[in-house]
């Protein structure tokens, strides 16, 4: 006998969570299929439900068996989330039958969603087939529903009765092909084309063709790349993305997955999963182990800044070692804001080395994607990037989080959200940031003592006023960020030991 239930409630005042549902098989080694989407959802920041059309036994050698799901129960699953969770975009992957198909197109009918994206998974990126040849009609029936289609070369082929993809002129070709078929935009992935030495991708929108190319990563780890890709998009497209914007944040993503994955082995096969979420070598083979954030670090602390170490001829990582050999006690590396992804990620992955071989934490500027990647120790944000909240729900709560304030109610506002310390300035006028507007003296002393957080002054400090800066006399004053008085002059090394002699007397005197 089931109990009483209290009535729906619909609270229209409540934050809207962006939704996707996926529709898809499972994947029993968590590469692929809805285990894939769920952990691609969960790494882009939107919630994600799940109707499984069937069960997989599958790991890094492949596929071992298919327990299709009755259609029956297939189309209750699509009415237990489309009747009451406010599903945004539906992202459909392994449809291995035709009644399947059919159960979703009724279900999208009935419950109507923003949009939808068709992954024609038909054959896994390891090579085994997943829907038989007797489906194909069905998926050019789902495509004309669809806002994206993403076949993979031999699913663009098996839709087009076998055409030969061999070159990007090709992929273009089957992406036109394909469109006619129905679907608003399609993505061709041509991340198995033989004449490529990159990972190319076409996308065609019915009028242009865009070329969308990153890195090949050289790795075994890449079962699930396509369920993934397809899943991002719907995620970004969930969050507001205009199509072309969400296929390129998707492809980002992937490159950052992978390039982190690529030396990761889980499983015997040859071709294993890769971690969407880059958490699992934080605790691997890291000599530098993370401790509770620790505010004294904040004393001398050094921003570099690669335009002037570009104009000194010396690299991120000649500056970096050079710092803490003069007694930084912690390090932000700050990069140009249209820097190549994959330069600054190298850079800051031996960065990193260097900064945990002296025992010193590092923090990336802004980019949270690289701070995961590459494991540094946290990043700073501005008042105009992602919060701090949702960097701490990303990152997780053992990184440092660092946030620009200019008031005390911006420090309020660090502390609830989970910031470890704030960053306040411009203490005096500054060249590495346009149109900053400085605080004074007075202002960073406001903003102290009413902060519960640790506070470091920044801008336009040098060896000539830094003593002064730590004079106000307000005890939660842990240090200055400096980035012109190290980094812009001729011998890092020397102008750090001086900065850092300058302020050690000048807290003797203080106490």
Known sequence: MQEDRPSTVKDDSKMKIPHVLT?????????????????????RGVYCSTVITAVTAQNTVGVQGVNIVPEDFVAEQLKSVLSDMRV?????????????????HHSLKEFPVQALVVDPVMVSTSGDVLAGPSILAAFRGTSSMADIVTPNLKEASALLGGLQLETVSDMCTAAKLIHDMG??????KGGDLPSSLDAVDIFFDGDDFYELRSSRIKTRNTHGTGCTLASCIAAELA?????LSAVKAAKHYIET???????IAIGNGFQGPFDHLLKLKSNIHNSFRKQAFNPANLFLYAVTDSGMNKKWGRSITE??????????????????????TRDFLEAAKACVEICHSHGVSLLINDRIDVALACDADGVH????????????TLLGPEKIIGVSCKTPE????????????????????????????????????????????????????????????????????????????????????????????????AAAMAK
Request: charged share 20%; aromatic share 4%.
């Open 88 to 104: 945004d975009v539906v992202k459909t992957g392994m449809l291995p039958t035709i009644g399947i198909v059919k159960v979703l």
């Open 257 to 263: 997955a992978l390039d982190y994955s690529k030396d």
């Open 23 to 43: 529709v898809a098989g499972s994947d029993s080694g968590a590469g692929a299929g809805i285990q894939a989407d769920l952990k691609a959802c969960a790494a």
């Open 183 to 188: 679907p608003r935009n399609v993505l061709v």
């Open 410 to 505: 911006q420090a309020q506002k660090a502390w609830i959200d989970g910031a470890d310390y704030i960053g306040c300035g411009g203490v005096y006028p500054t060249n590495t940031k346009a149109n900053n507007i400085t605080v004074g003296l007075d202002g960073l002393r406001t903003v102290c003592l009413a902060s519960k957080l640790p506070v470091v002054a920044i801008g336009g400090i040098n060896a000539s006023n830094a003593r002064t800066v730590m004079e106000i006399g307000v005890p939660n004053l842990k240090g200055v960020a400096v980035v012109s008085a190290l980094f812009d002059r001729e011998c890092v090394l020397t102008e750090t030991q001086k900065l850092h002699a300058d302020l050690t007397q």
């Open 239 to 243: 969050k507001g993305s205009q199509i």
């Open 381 to 392: 944000v501005g008042q105009s990037d992602i919060p701090a909240r949702v960097v701490r």
């Open 319 to 340: 500056a970096v070692k050079a710092a803490i050999e003069g007694g930084a006690t912690i390090v932000q590396l700050r990069f140009e804001k249209d820097a190549e």
